[in-house]
């Protein structure tokens, strides 16, 4: 009975910061929409005659925004090896969900774990060091993470195929994309 009474301490946890997570995401968006929108709204309108003399297809730039400050500074915490607890088991649960991570998540950052996040910085373009760090942990719950996946792989090639059924592949190696990325390969233009 208490291990439910846990499990379920832990499911309310992982809520929680999942929706404090998605809130700073979605606060950032919507100050950098605003900040958009007063600079537009503080561009004068052009007259009646600068817009005749200006064809309506040809675009306008628009000016850029001033920076501006954001009034609610968002706060990522950093995780790395050694670290332990829920943060670590909601990195964890989202890397497994990607197919970087094998196993259940135990809120226990260790080697592994350090292993699938180089591998999913490897693949997302970011700089290659097994930390949970402002930048990964926003690009690893913003909706664009690029899942791992099995590619194939032709000796001597200099691409990487995504399809096992792709006309220039016979007989291949089948690697983790991460390591193709790696490597230093690109994805075959046939397979995109």
Request: with cysteine; glycine share 6%.
């Amino acid at each position: 009975m208490r291990t439910r009474t846990r499990l379920n301490w832990r499911l309310i946890i992982f809520s929680v910061v999942m929706v404090l997570v998605t809130a700073g995401v979605v606060t950032w968006m919507i100050l950098d929409r605003r900040a958009a929108d007063l600079a537009a709204m503080s561009t004068p309108a052009p007259s009646a005659e600068a817009s005749a003399a200006v064809p309506s297809s040809t675009p306008r730039p628009s000016p850029s925004p001033e920076p501006t400050e954001s009034p609610v500074p968002t706060v990522y915490p950093t995780v790395r090896k050694g670290d332990r607890g829920d943060l670590v088991m909601i990195i964890q649960q989202r890397l497994i969900n990607l197919g970087y991570l094998t196993g259940r998540a135990d809120g226990d950052f260790g080697s592994r774990t350090q292993q699938a996040l180089k591998d999913y910085q490897a693949v997302q373009g970011l700089d290659e060091d097994g930390i949970a760090g402002p930048k990964t942990m926003i690009h690893l719950f913003d909706g664009s993470s690029i899942p791992q996946a099995t590619v194939y792989l032709m000796p001597g090639d200099t691409v990487y195929h995504t399809k096992p059924y792709c006309p220039l592949v016979r007989d291949p190696e089948e690697i983790r994309l991460s390591d193709a990325v790696r490597r230093g390969l690109a994805e075959c233009p046939e397979c995109r």
